[in-house]
């Protein structure tokens, strides 16, 4: 699930934390592995949401900072990653000097972004060869979560929803392309999302919802899991995600 746009982050930091915040490791771990993510590189999550990234490079020994528009997201990746140099911000004012990162990582976090003005504003704070690595979701018909929005699309009355083209293959790497970077890697991988009862299932796909809305759409998202039930009443969505690592 993406999270909704500005400071409507805020209400639900702690919610999104505990029911999605994980969920993009798979990413996440693919993109340190690319770019080398070790001792002494200097790393920023931009639009670190949380602080899962974070908490992973700094235990590979990277000096971390990250930032984010939302000061509740980063009161909860500061418990996470409590080392990280955190500053309020979004990817079109990166609040630190030129060149001050080696690797600067955005996961489902740069779509959200003046996008032209953010490939800036990375390049500016890399220094020279530094890494950009981007990851995001993967086209819906990689998503077993598709079906449960296009439920929910269905029950509110609305078209089911399109791919942007950085979902789709090759996306990521136009994006590159587009800020002037020269692709290093890029790869697809699985994620998996598992809620262990109706009650989590539609807190998690509706996240952020009324509970009017909740009550209304709730049922279209519970009988759209029904293929994705074990015998144990757990609903596991395979998911996919795509990522790519360009160089400055």
Do not use: Y
């Not at 997201?73 to 418990?79: I, K």
């Not at 996961?107 to 981007?134: I, W």
Request: charged fraction near 25%; charge should be negative.
């Amino acid at each position: 699930m993406a999270p909704p746009e500005d400071d409507g982050w805020s209400p639900i930091a702690t919610e999104w934390a505990t029911r999605w915040g994980g969920f993009a490791d798979p990413a996440r771990r693919a993109l340190l592995d690319a770019a080398a993510v070790g001792t002494g590189v200097r790393l920023l999550d931009a639009g670190c949401g949380s602080g899962e990234l974070l908490r992973l490079a700094a235990d590979r020994g990277a000096a971390v900072a990250g930032c984010d528009p939302s000061p509740a997201m980063l009161a909860v990746a500061g418990r996470s990653a409590p080392e990280a140099d955190l500053r309020t911000g979004g990817l079109e004012a990166l609040p630190w000097p030129d060149g001050a990162f080696d690797v600067v990582t955005a996961v489902n976090a740069l779509h959200l972004a003046d996008q032209g003005p953010a490939l800036a504003e990375v390049r500016r704070v890399l220094a020279p060869g530094g890494l950009l690595a981007l990851a995001g979701w993967a086209e819906r018909s990689r998503n077993e979560l598709g079906v449960l929005e296009a439920a929910v699309a269905a029950a509110d009355g609305e078209p089911p929803a399109e791919d942007p083209e950085d979902r789709l293959p090759g996306g990521l790497e136009a994006v590159l392309a587009a800020g002037g970077f020269a692709l290093v890697a890029a790869d697809l991988v699985e994620a998996t999302w598992t809620a262990v009862d109706d009650e989590a299932l539609v807190a998690g796909v509706l996240l952020g919802e009324d509970v009017g809305t909740k009550g209304e759409l709730g049922p279209a998202v519970v009988a759209a899991a029904a293929p994705f039930r074990s015998s144990d009443g757990v609903v596991r969505l395979r998911n996919h995600l795509r990522w790519a690592v360009g160089r400055r």
